[in-house]
């Protein structure tokens, strides 16, 4: 009887939830429910940020769809919750060891590098129009002390600084690419797909790479069946259904050039 009803399961599971490279969101959350409410609850987290912030913007400073924000590391703050424990253990070991190593370990839900904020650091600090909006973060990049490593690692470790990254990040892609005014879906394929590729790939190979199954063990894995900016899209949609608002009515970033 018990196998009987295993292999019907695994029947079901194979029809319903087929393995193949471009897997969906609602398919990884019932793989990985848990996984999924973490990233959910991260996701509230960063609409809760961003309302409060929305107190005091402000006039002509941009306002951000939460949504869209959270779509761009939707798929991180679910693989975060997967690797969180191994992470911070991690970090707590290369803080120990003063080491440059800590460059390349991943740091949050978001899963930022530290060399992530470096360069998002020198990209703020060669906009005078960006270094005055995340004035925050605004650093230049310098990355030649320990004390310069270790402050930007406890920057990291707050999701209120990751957010101040991220929305960086936004409005770098924004501008290297020239989104503005594109289609709102397009614009969250190229920034997701940038988020977890790089920024220094061709529009071209980023919209190849948008494609590529690379999550969650990356690209050369048999386990990687969804592609990140996929699952990051999948979530956009499913928050704008869930809230009755058109896609094609939404702004990731409201701004008086967006609007021309």
Same mark, same amino acid.
């Given at each position: 009887?018990?196998?009987n ?42 609409s ?56 390349? @370990? ?32 605004d ?19 707050s ?13 770098? @892609? ?28 061709s ?12 999550f ?45």
């Amino acid at each position: 009887m018990k196998k009987n009803f295993l292999a019907a399961a695994a029947v079901f599971l194979a029809v319903s939830f087929p393995a193949h490279p471009q897997g969906t969101l609602s398919e990884y959350a019932f793989l990985h429910p848990s996984e999924y409410q973490q990233a959910l609850d991260y996701s509230d987290e960063i609409s809760t940020l961003l309302e409060k912030r929305r107190e005091t913007l402000s006039e002509g400073e941009p306002d951000y769809d939460s949504d869209f924000v959270s779509a761009v590391v939707f798929p991180e703050m679910m693989r975060y919750s997967q690797f969180s424990d191994a992470i911070e253990a991690k970090i707590d070991q290369l803080l120990h060891s003063f080491s440059r190593q800590l460059n390349t @370990c991943s740091i949050g839900p978001m899963q930022m590098k530290p060399v992530f904020a470096v360069e998002t650091e020198k990209a703020i600090h060669a906009d005078p129009e960006l270094a005055e909006r995340f004035s925050k973060i605004d650093f230049s990049g310098d990355d030649t002390t320990w004390n310069q490593r270790m402050e930007r690692i406890k920057r990291l470790r707050s999701l209120d600084s990751q957010l101040d990254y991220l929305l960086a990040f936004i409005e770098i @892609c924004r501008k290297k690419w020239n989104l503005g005014g594109k289609p709102l879906e397009y614009q969250l394929l190229i920034t997701a797909t940038a988020y977890n590729w790089g920024t220094s790939r061709s529009i071209e190979e980023l919209e190849r790479l948008s494609r590529t199954p690379s999550f969650p063990k990356g690209s050369g894995s048999s386990k990687s069946h969804w592609a990140y900016a996929s699952l990051a899209t999948d979530f956009y949609r499913q928050k704008q259904m869930n809230s009755g608002v058109r896609a094609e009515d939404r702004i990731p970033v409201i701004t008086k050039e967006m609007q021309k």
